[in-house]
T-cell receptor
Framework: DAMVIQNPRYQVTQFGKPVTLSCSQT?????MYWYQQKSSQAPKLLFH???????NEADTPDNFQSRRPNTSFCFLDIRSPGLGDAAMYLC????????????FGPGTRLTVL | GEDVEQSLFLSVREGDSSVINCTYT??????LYWYKQEPGAGLQLLTY?????DMKQDQRLTVLLNKKDKHLSLRIADTQTGDSAIYFC?????????FGQGTTLQVKP
């Protein structure tokens, strides 16, 4: 089945230790998104790629970076995680269908010790 | 800026109807969406409605859109315990989704 896969599902890191979260998709969608979702809050868009074009949200901290080496993969790098970065990180993709549906992965739960 | 608001919690009995409400601010949104999130999982699109429609029905789900009042609702008929989840309303703005805070639906047996 075509899908959005996120690895790992659970990630524990130490304060200040860089961490990379991974997303891959078999949908061949040209748009990929990274969202941060804190407990009991709405998902908040961090950035997205339209093909190779990177689009950062204005309020995304510099601590968050992203890479998209090819259509299928997208990475979220947190350079120096703080306690406030503990959250669920959701990857989503979108194709060019008529109603702009975004397909979400299961998320990676990040814990910062 | 764009803003989407929902009530935070709804509790119903199994078999009853559930109605989850949402208000949004961007009148230029082309599509409005309802996503479902089960514990520890990602978001799953339940249904969507095009902005020139007033109502959309899909099996147990009915979406009502009042564009004048910028009000969207999701009705779930014959609510089951498997419907217990967080429901997010979202509007589409320049290709991005703006989500509400989510409504936790609790279904009591």
């Amino acid at each position: 089945d075509a899908m959005v896969i996120q690895n790992p599902r659970y990630q524990v890191t130490q304060f200040g230790k860089p961490v990379t979260l991974s997303c891959s998709q078999t949908l061949n969608h040209n748009v990929m998104y990274w969202y941060q979702q804190k407990s009991s809050q709405a998902p908040k868009l961090l950035f997205h790629y339209y093909d190779k074009d990177f689009n950062n949200e204005a309020d995304t901290p510099d601590n968050f970076q992203s890479r998209r080496p090819n259509t299928s993969f997208c990475f979220l790098d947190i350079r120096s995680p703080g306690l406030g970065d503990a959250a669920m990180y959701l990857c989503a993709t979108r194709g060019t269908d008529s109603y702009n549906e975004q397909f979400f992965g299961p998320g990676t739960r990040l814990t910062v010790l | 800026g764009e803003d989407v608001e929902q009530s935070l919690f709804l509790s119903v009995r199994e078999g009853d109807s559930s109605v989850i409400n949402c208000t949004y601010t961007d009148s230029s949104s082309t599509y409005l969406y309802w996503y479902k999130q089960e514990p520890g999982a990602g978001l799953q699109l339940l249904t969507y409605i095009f902005s020139n429609m007033d109502m959309k029905q899909d099996q147990r789900l009915t979406v009502l859109l009042n564009k004048k009042d910028k009000h969207l609702s999701l009705r779930i008929a014959d609510t089951q315990t498997g419907d217990s989840a967080i429901y997010f309303c979202a509007e589409s703005f320049t290709g991005k989704l703006i989500f509400g805070q989510g409504t936790t639906l609790q279904v009591k047996p």
